[in-house]
């Protein structure tokens, strides 16, 4: 009977080891698992923030057009201007020689 006993205790001990060596194995995969978990929030909110910045300079890009075709506006406006001033000089001119004539 003591033999029976001894042989359940030292199975009973290799189970022991069996069990904490799982349960070693399934604490370190829960905590792999939160770390890949923590990784995959972390990428969430950068992807988050990466679409925010690119709306937001997509915006700045629109804006930037618009001052662009603002100034190319009124850059024409002047030079419109400009010729409508020489025009004007060489009509002048004219209209003095005439008189003068």
């Known amino acids: 009977m003591e033999k029976r006993l001894n042989g359940a205790v030292e199975e009973a001990k ?3 080891v ?3 060596k799982t349960e070693g194995n399934v604490i370190e995969l829960s905590t792999q698992i939160k770390l890949y978990m923590d990784k995959f929030d972390q990428l969430k909110t950068d992807i988050t923030e990466s679409g ?3 709306e937001m300079n997509s915006q700045d890009i629109d804006q930037k057009k618009m001052e662009i075709e603002l100034l190319d506006a009124q850059l024409k406006n ?6 409508k001033k020489h025009k004007m000089e060489v009509e002048f001119n004219e209209e003095k020689r005439r008189i003068g004539a």
């Open 14 to 16: 290799k189970q022991k």
């Open 18 to 20: 069996l069990y904490d």
């Open 52 to 54: 925010k910045k690119f």
């Open 78 to 83: 002047v030079e419109l201007t400009g010729a």
